[in-house]
């Protein structure tokens, strides 16, 4: 036997609100004209009654699909599995679609996606991605809402990134406090704007230190390439005593080139990370990293584009990133 499928007007009824309330709340477009407590009331009612919007009526009467893409250089990262929850978090709070869709390249240039899904989508969300990569986004004649890059660039209606440069300042600061003065920087070789805020922080954060020496080897950001670039690194004389990797991926190959080598972590070299990856966790010693809120900016990005969405200027912030110190790290053995 069939059940009645609930309407608006029962969510109303169970909230004690009228249906105009609910049409608000279930619409994204409650804040300045609703409280906060009625509104989580008719997001309450509405879960427990298991209410679901129309969404093709509403998409034929608002002349719009509730589909955003979101564009990652690749769905081999942790990272950009975190930032898809948040985002499709924030998005299902307004019923909104998320369609995730990697450059299949990596960071090198994405195949138009707009081709077919152009008339399927309301706007996009594209993160960490390469320059060369947004010609078909920029092409799209979407809105765009870009995370993790260059908040000069005039190809995005709004920008979130993190604070990479004070993460980046926090990891050759806590490096230099703990003595190590000869330095490695893994550099992930990839054309983008976070990668090229952490060197020029780097560079700038040991600047202010006598008898300190930097050296630099790129490395595509995979464990091989940045084993063999932390051989190169470790191989050289004179021997760094730290490492600092621009991601999590690159110090877990500083980490086994390390052990290749018959070297010590962190007795005889030390290595810190830059993302805080579930597999921060999984090495041994657990790795010292740059924590970045992926979660947050995922969901930011999201908020973002809901409001240019409604046409009005989003907020573009800076989220704070945090240095967690493990056991990757310790003075040099000369200095202990």
Request: proline letters at 6%; hydrophobic letters at 45%; one cysteine or more.
């Amino acid at each position: 036997m069939a059940t009645t499928r609930p309407t608006s007007r029962d969510v109303a009824r169970h909230a004690s609100v009228s249906q105009a309330t609910v049409s608000l709340v279930l619409g994204g477009k409650w804040q300045g004209r609703v409280s906060p407590r009625t509104a989580e009331t008719v997001r309450a009612a509405a879960r427990t009654l298991g209410y679901r919007p129309n969404l093709a009526a509403r998409s034929l009467r608002l002349g719009r699909t509730r589909t955003a893409l979101i564009v990652v250089p690749a769905l081999t990262h942790d990272y950009f599995a975190r930032v898809h929850a948040g985002a499709s978090g924030v998005a299902a709070e307004h019923d909104f679609g998320v369609v995730l869709y990697p450059s299949p390249e990596g960071t090198g240039p994405a195949v138009d996606p707009f081709g077919s899904a152009r008339a399927a989508l309301d706007g996009v969300i594209a993160s960490s991605m390469a320059p060369e990569a947004l010609a078909a986004l920029r092409g799209g004649g979407l809105p765009l809402v870009m995370l993790d890059s260059d908040p000069q660039g005039d190809r995005a209606a709004a920008t979130v990134n993190f604070d990479i440069s004070d993460g980046m300042h926090q990891a050759a600061g806590h490096v230099l406090g703990l003595g190590h003065r000869r330095i490695a920087h893994l550099a992930a070789a990839v054309d983008t704007w976070t990668f090229g805020v952490r060197a020029r922080a780097l560079a700038q954060a040991l600047r202010g230190t006598a008898g300190t020496s930097l050296r630099t080897e790129p490395a595509d950001l995979s464990v091989e390439d940045a084993l063999r670039a932390a051989t190169r690194a470790l191989t050289a004389a004179p021997r760094p005593t730290a490492l600092i990797c621009d991601d999590d991926l690159l110090a877990a190959g500083a980490c086994k080139a390390a052990r290749r080598l018959g070297l010590r972590v962190p007795q005889d070299v030390s290595v810190t990370g830059f993302d805080d990856l579930s597999l921060a966790t999984a090495l041994e010693p657990e790795l010292t990293t740059v924590r970045l809120p992926a979660e947050e900016v995922g969901a930011a990005g999201m908020r973002a584009l809901l409001t240019v969405l409604a046409g009005r200027t989003a907020h573009t912030p800076v989220l704070p990133v945090e240095l967690v110190c493990r056991g990757s790290t310790a003075p040099p053995a000369a200095g202990r």
